[in-house]
Structure formats: structure tokens, C-alpha cells
Antibody, heavy 118, light 112 residues
Framework: QVQLQESGPGLVKPSETLSLTCNVS????????WSWIRQPPGKGLECIGY???????NYNPSLKSRVTISVDTSKNQFFLKLSSVTAADTAIYYC????????????WGQGTTVTVSS | QSVLTQPPSVSGAPGQRVTISCTGS?????????VHWYQQLPGTAPKLLIY???NRPSGVPNRFSGSKSDTSASLAITGLQAEDEADYYC????????????FGGGTKLTVL
């Protein structure tokens, strides 16, 4: 079955760009839609955005100006870039497979903790 | 302030039935968008528990059920077990946010 694994720096300095990779195994990244979701310490879930198999994207309006989600089909990976980070971006970041509006998010990575601090 | 409103906490004794509400508005649940529920055990990633308002993915016990009416949805858990102690989140979509996802604030279920 499909498995997801996030990777990237655990510490990012304020004003810099957070970059994460999600490695997809057991399935093709070109067959589904993919998402990034985050969870600040002790708080709830927040959708950052998602990318359809067609390549089109949908971003959380509150983050839209700072977010880019992309896919590399040759490496079976997808990516998150979040620019101009502040301490408020400190969170666990999850990559996940998005099955569509009728089906929700059915496969999640284990999550990776990103701290924004100088 | 979450777009979808959930009670911060609920509790119940083993064997009992509990429900968790998810209240939205005419731009999300009331607009006909599907509601999904996720279970997050302590220290783990969320897991899809109910999709499309009422459907259980393979492997989810039938003790878990979902319903939806007007601008709200509910998750019911019967025959409560200690292993059900977790955070539960509802999720839908909102037309005022260009169809973006919205999550409830989460509900902590304590099994007494």
C-alpha cells in the first residue's frame, strides 16, 4: 500500500524558506492528488494546500502568498515551500494523499517537526 | 477560531456511547460539502475514520458512525473502549474560501 515519508530541515531561521519533501512509495505520485497539512504544538490541524494529479493547486488563502506545492514524477516525490517563515510556522508538517472531496485524506505520513528559530 | 466548531472535550465510561458534534454554516456543511472525520491517537498522525459523511474505510470498526444534517455533522462512538481515547477532527470545504479545506478545532475524547 502507499506509504509517505516527509524529510527536510528540522530548524529554519525566521524570514527564510521552509522546504520539505514527501517521498511516495507503493504507488505513483501521478495517480492521485497530494496535500500538506500542519499542526502547531498543542493545536489543531490546518490545511496548507494540495496539488491535483493534473498539476493544478489549491492553497489555504491565509498562506497562499507564501506557499508553493509541486510534484516531481520522475522521483515520485512532492514538495512544499513556505517562504518568509516566522515562529508561527513552527509545527508538525504532514504530507498526505488526498482522494478528493468525497473521500478525504486517506494516507498520511508520520509527520516532521519544523521549528522556526534563530 | 475554526470555521467548523467542535466541543473541546467529551468523555464517557467504557461501553458507553458518545457523540461529537461539528457545527458549520451555509458556506460549508450547509452547502452540501462532504464531511470527513479523523482520529489522532497521542503522538501519531491523524487517521481517516469516516469519509463522505457516513462511510467507514476498511478496517474501521462499526462502532464508529457518522451523520450529517443541515449545517452540522456528528460522529458517534458506541461501546467505548480505552483505545478510543484520542483527538477527533471533522473536515469539510468552504465556498467562501475558494473551496479550501476547513477543519474543526478538534475534540479530546477521554475514556473514564
Amino acid at each position: 500500500q502507499v506509504q509517505l515519508q516527509e524529510s527536510g530541515p528540522g530548524l529554519v531561521k525566521p524570514s527564510e524558506t521552509l522546504s520539505l519533501t514527501c517521498n511516495v512509495s507503493g504507488g505513483s505520485v501521478s495517480s492521485y492528488s497530494w496535500s500538506w497539512i500542519r499542526q502547531p504544538p498543542g493545536k489543531g490541524l490546518e490545511c496548507i494546500g494540495y496539488i491535483y494529479y493534473s498539476g493544478s493547486t489549491n492553497y489555504n488563502p491565509s498562506l497562499k502568498s507564501r506557499v508553493t506545492i509541486s510534484v516531481d514524477t520522475s522521483k515520485n516525490q512532492f514538495f512544499l515551500k513556505l517562504s518568509s517563515v516566522t515562529a508561527a510556522d513552527t509545527a508538525i508538517y504532514y504530507c498526505a494523499r488526498y482522494e478528493g472531496r468525497a473521500y478525504g485524506v486517506d494516507v498520511w505520513g508520520q509527520g516532521t517537526t519544523v521549528t522556526v528559530s534563530s | 477560531q475554526s470555521v467548523l466548531t467542535q466541543p473541546p472535550s467529551v468523555s464517557g465510561a467504557p461501553g458507553q456511547r458518545v457523540t461529537i458534534s461539528c457545527t458549520g454554516s451555509s458556506s460549508n456543511i450547509g452547502a452540501g460539502y462532504d464531511v470527513h472525520w479523523y482520529q489522532q491517537l497521542p503522538g501519531t498522525a491523524p487517521k481517516l475514520l469516516i469519509y463522505g459523511n457516513t462511510n467507514r474505510p476498511s478496517g474501521v470498526p462499526n462502532r464508529f458512525s457518522g451523520s450529517k444534517s443541515d449545517t452540522s455533522a456528528s460522529l458517534a462512538i458506541t461501546g467505548l473502549q480505552a483505545e478510543d481515547e484520542a483527538d477527533y477532527y471533522c473536515q469539510s470545504y468552504d465556498s467562501r474560501l475558494s473551496g479550501s479545506w476547513v477543519f474543526g478545532g478538534g475534540t479530546k475524547l477521554t475514556v473514564l
